[in-house]
């Protein structure tokens, strides 16, 4: 090394898995592990399977049951949506949950999970009556 190189920090990199993320990956996992065990398709779940297991269906979202803004953040249609997902959380959930700290992460998936409901019926109401 010359005396003109930039001083090289050695720092060790850590991947680990932090709480908040390892709960939600969890709780997902854990929800369509039971739904599977109730017989919903876990390949490609029917439009009543969804509809039964609380995914966002507009008109009873906005009309009658407006739990299903929070119960769709955790419903996925099918087995590869649900592991896609759980990829994205662990890579992503665990670096915000260590940059922001888990009550701010918290907030945030609720939040991000909640706008996204909202957004996903606002732009699907009329497509969702001709269910």
């Not at 005396?3 to 854990?30: C, D, F, Q």
């Amino acid at each position: 090394m010359s005396e003109y190189s930039p001083p090289v920090e050695h720092r060790k990199l850590e991947m680990h898995l932090w709480w908040i993320t390892a709960i939600l990956i969890g709780i997902n996992v854990g929800l369509f592990g039971w739904q599977a065990m109730h017989g919903m398709d876990v390949s490609q779940p029917s439009t009543r399977d969804a509809i039964l297991w609380g995914a966002d269906y507009a008109p009873l979202t906005y009309l009658a049951e407006p739990m299903r803004l929070f119960s769709s953040m955790f419903f996925h249609f099918g087995l590869i949506h649900l592991m896609l997902n759980m990829w994205a959380l662990y890579i992503f959930g665990s670096v915000a949950e260590q940059l922001f700290g888990r009550m701010y992460f918290i907030g945030l998936y609720v939040c991000a999970g909640l706008m996204g409901s909202l957004l996903s019926g606002y732009m699907n109401i009329q497509d969702s009556y001709n269910l």
